[in-house]
């Protein structure tokens, strides 16, 4: 699939088996297709990423592909991955990502499964997994890679599906996966800033600089309210993830349009 469909400007990611197995060695020597990265299920520590690194530098040698083009992405998904997710982060280069796994993790920290099944399904969010999100994130923020959440696997829920990426959104994920293409139009459109957050982002960073065009300023007044430098940086994340989606959608189109 990797070599005869053109997936345009998508990222293809594929998702490996253990590397604490002989499969997860395996995937990495075949490497077909060249992806844009791989994934690594069930990571236990910064040693599973400096293993399937020189792994997969060798098959790039093989294979005839640039070392290091091809990165890595860790499911955190372990108490073990848990706390060593600094680590993981920083382990290699490559790196790219970490997603957030609660299936596995929820086993190991024996949580009561409040959510599991429709005949116990109760609202959201998971509170029990607020501190491993949470690590995720701040550990995927310091080392420059995007955290990823598991997302909602009930994928026949259109309500809950929105529910849950609109807590990973306020959470400071990147995005969260889908488990149907059904899914995405919901995931893509909470991950979007919508109108108004593109209004006050626009109006804020106005203000303020043409507030420090004047005088150095520390802040300005958007709506009765003192805005200084945190929501000026994050005004300018709004405006940021707007011209990134832009972009992405321009480059989509002129695809299409160059194909037809």
Not at 33 to 59: C, F, M, N, T, Y
Not at 83 to 105: H, S
Not at 150 to 164: C, I, L, N, Q, W
Not at 247 to 259: L, Q
């Amino acid at each position: 699939m990797l070599q005869e469909i053109d997936w345009g400007n998508r990222e293809r990611v594929v998702r490996i088996n253990a590397m604490d197995g002989p499969h997860g060695t395996r995937d990495i020597e075949v490497i077909a297709g060249r992806p844009d990265a791989l994934l690594l299920a069930k990571v236990q520590g910064p040693k599973h990423i400096e293993h399937a690194s020189r792994l997969l530098a060798e098959a790039e040698r093989k294979h005839d592909i640039p070392v290091g083009s091809i990165r890595l992405g860790a499911m955190i998904e372990s108490v073990g991955a848990l706390l060593t997710v600094e680590a993981i982060c920083t382990q290699d280069p490559r790196m790219t990502a970490v997603l957030f796994g609660a299936g596995d993790l929820g086993v190991e920290l024996q949580v009561k499964r409040r959510g599991l099944g429709s005949f116990r399904r109760t609202g959201m969010p998971a509170f029990e997994y607020a501190y491993g999100r949470g690590r995720v994130v701040a550990a995927a923020r310091a080392a420059g890679i995007d955290p990823i959440d598991v997302g909602h696997s009930a994928f026949t829920d259109p309500e809950k599906t929105r529910m849950a990426a609109e807590h990973s959104a306020q959470m400071g994920f990147s995005g969260v996966i889908v488990y149907t293409p059904r899914q995405l139009a919901i995931v893509n459109e909470v991950f979007s800033p919508p109108a108004e957050d593109i209004a006050w982002a626009t109006e804020v960073v106005t203000k303020f600089d043409e507030a420090n065009q004047k005088e150095a300023r520390t802040g300005v007044v958007v709506d009765g309210e003192m805005i200084d430098g945190p929501s000026v940086l994050n005004a300018r994340q709004i405006l940021l993830r707007r011209d990134l989606i832009e972009k992405v959608e321009a480059d989509r189109h002129g695809k299409a349009k160059a194909a037809a």
